[in-house]
């Protein structure tokens, strides 16, 4: 996934780097010079220099093909601006900002962003459930996020399948519990397959889950 993060502070740069370790690709807009070079030789991803809420610096990131945006600068009628670019004008379709001021939370919400969170901790946890895949739902974190419940939608383009899961490689910290097809849940063997259209729940550690949606080809 393509995620477009305006801001490359302590938060963006966490963002980033959590986003990287789970296989997305992060684009950095940061206005401060002295920051954009400690990012870009620090991280291999790209960076720009410039102003978030500027729509030719959006566009030299080629936002419009962006999959989620993250308003992380320290300046909340920044991160409004940009995310309503991000939104309105580029149709990137999620976007996540960042509120220093929790008063100004409720006003982002009327103002179209979808979601708002103040707080780093809880940014950072919302770049794990809601800066996704569509075809991936979270539904339950264990031992403090250790390791996770998930449901995985399988697209009607399948790469794999009518596979059977003794086929696919998966790995060996993320076990299939169930699959739901047409009303009827399968409690899945060896020689179970799975089908386009399937919806299948799978308990994994946090690594082991966004290894397996890579092996999968859901993400």
């Known amino acids: 996934m393509k995620v477009l993060i305006v801001g490359g502070g302590k938060l963006g740069y966490y963002l980033a780097t959590t986003l990287l370790e789970h296989g997305h690709e992060p684009t950095i807009i940061e206005i401060k010079k002295s920051e954009c070079t400690r990012i ?12 978030g809420t500027s729509i ?12 989620a945006f993250i308003g992380a600068t320290g300046k909340d009628e920044d991160n409004l601006i940009s995310c309503q670019l991000a939104k309105k004008m580029f149709h990137i379709p999620k976007t996540v900002v960042m509120v220093n001021n929790p008063k100004n939370v409720l006003a982002m919400k009327k103002l179209g962003c979808d979601n708002v969170i103040c707080g780093t901790e809880n940014i950072a946890r919302l770049v794990e459930r809601e800066v996704d895949s569509n075809r991936i739902k979270q539904l339950l974190s264990l031992n403090k996020g250790e390791a996770n ?6 697209p009607d383009n399948f790469k794999f399948n ?30 179970t397959q799975i089908l386009c259209g399937d919806r ?11 290894d397996l949606v890579k092996r999968l080809r859901l993400d």
Not at 40 to 51: F, K, Y
Not at 149 to 154: F, K, P, V
Not at 200 to 210: E, F, G, P, S, W
């Open 162 to 191: 009518k596979r059977t899961l003794s086929d696919l490689d998966i790995p060996e910290q993320a076990v299939i519990i169930a699959i739901y097809r047409d009303g009827k849940t399968i409690i899945p063997r060896g020689n």
């Open 40 to 51: 870009a030789n620090e991280l291999d991803i790209p960076v720009v220099c410039g102003d």
């Open 200 to 210: 299948v729940l799978v308990m994994a550690m946090k690594d082991a889950l966004h």
């Open 56 to 67: 030719e610096v959006m566009e030299s990131v080629e936002a419009d093909e962006m999959d």
């Open 149 to 154: 419940i998930a449901e995985l939608l399988i």
